[in-house]
């Protein structure tokens, strides 16, 4: 039943029907409707399922797809001037806007009801991390920077070797392939995955607390929105030759994936087949989205910023000019080690807090209606990544 309704509407569409369907099914249920959880859980233990080995065998095959050191310095180079740059404007145009809105004056925070305790650690320790010491443990518990690091290390190793390296080539390159298969046998569970994503949501939310939020919310959908349809548009015209409707157009399936999951590495797979379906070349794809799934947030940079901001204009610790710099640091460097998972955002914030000397209240309230937030968050991080690679490409590419 389900594969005719995705053939009969496309994937995307059916995917949007799923959502439209747990909104209404959460709105009609009410808090009953948690009883569809278990449809969205297997959809995300699905999509999880295929992260690990999709993450180090495409980021293994992108390095070796580069065929010289020097060539990937050249794509390495560019990628991540690319995210230290779109990342750097989300939070800039973050900053400004809370800055002008100020939606914290007024506002009380109480320390109570704390977030759920997972604590981000400190900088020092998040750099210790990113050499796994065993690589096995890396990948038991998903620990995807790690993962990245040594994914980089092994391809290049790969690119070094002599010709006796090619089985383990081959055997990247089909697992990578593999993988995207299985992740169109996934999608076609996804419209039922998002029923069970959704539906809980909304049944279980009151929305009279979005309410006392509402300028602080309005400040970080306002800048999501400017900078997913003004500022990342801009900078894909400027070193890309595609349109930008067209190619935001036929990315459906990845934004609808990121709004319902509110996980960039979920969406992972989905988005590698929509960039190969986009004509981006592998060699860009499987190098600039999996790595962007876990370091590229731009999204989450604005987002950390603006809450930062907010925290100190409502316990009246206006912050200096200086001080917003240091937010403006941390905050890229919190959205880096922030992983592609739901409210990983709002975790490495206490990091950004920490810096500049302020206290940790109102999280439990932010908690509280963070998925929303996040929803919109992710589909702005996944969209970074995809222009990411429109823009790695360059001037020379004609796709869509
Ligand atoms: N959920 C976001 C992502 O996966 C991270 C965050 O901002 O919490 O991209």
């Not at 069970?196 to 309410?211: E, K, M, N, Q, R």
């Not at 900078?227 to 399936?253: I, W």
Request: one cysteine or more; glycine letters at 10%; a positive charge.
């Amino acid at each position: 039943m389900i594969t005719r309704v995705i053939r009969f509407l496309g994937t995307a569409q059916a995917i949007f029907l799923g959502i439209v369907t747990g909104v209404l099914l959460g709105w009609l249920m009410g808090p009953i409707s948690a009883c569809l959880r278990p449809l969205g859980d297997i959809f995300i233990s699905l999509l999880k399922l295929i992260i690990v080995p999709l993450i180090f065998s495409s980021i293994v095959v992108g390095v070796h797809r580069t065929g010289s050191m020097a060539r990937l310095g050249k794509i390495g180079g560019r990628t991540l001037l690319y995210y230290l740059i779109t990342t750097g404007l989300a939070m800039l145009l973050g900053l400004i806007l809370v800055n002008l809105i100020r939606p914290g004056v007024g506002v009380h925070l109480s320390h109570e009801a704390a977030p759920p305790a997972s604590h981000a650690g400190s900088f020092q320790g998040f750099l210790g991390r990113l050499i796994p010491q065993n690589i096995f443990q890396a990948f038991a518990e998903m620990n995807i920077l790690p993962i990245i690091v040594f994914a980089v290390m092994f391809g290049i190793a790969l690119l070094t070797a002599n010709r006796s390296a090619k089985p383990l080539v081959d055997l990247m390159r089909s697992t990578e392939e593999v993988f995207l298969v299985f992740t169109r046998g996934v999608m076609a569970y996804a419209p039922i995955g998002v029923i069970g994503l959704i539906a809980p949501l909304v049944g279980t939310f009151g929305f009279d607390i979005f309410l006392s939020f509402d300028k602080f919310i309005l400040v970080v959908l306002g800048g999501l929105l400017i900078h997913a349809c003004v500022v990342l548009p801009l900078v894909m015209k400027l070193f890309s030759n595609r349109s930008v409707t067209a190619y935001a157009r036929s990315l459906q399936k990845p934004f609808l994936t990121a709004f319902a999951t509110a996980s960039s590495s979920a969406t992972l797979p989905i988005s590698m087949e929509a960039a190969r379906e986009n004509g981006i070349s592998d060699e860009t794809a499987s190098f600039v989205l999996p790595l962007g799934a876990t370091i590229n947030m731009d999204g989450t940079a604005l987002y950390e910023a603006v809450v930062a901001v907010f925290i100190a204009q409502a316990v009246d610790m206006p912050l200096t000019l200086g001080q917003q710099g240091i937010v403006f640091i941390t905050a890229m460097l919190a959205s880096i080690g922030a992983a592609g998972i739901p409210s990983a955002g709002l975790l490495t914030l206490l990091l950004v807090l920490e810096a500049v000397g302020l206290p940790a209240v109102g999280l439990g309230i932010l908690f509280a209606i963070d998925r929303p937030l996040d929803m919109c968050r992710t589909t702005v991080n996944v969209w970074g990544d995809q222009v990411g690679c429109a823009v790695v490409e360059g001037k020379n590419n004609h796709g869509k």
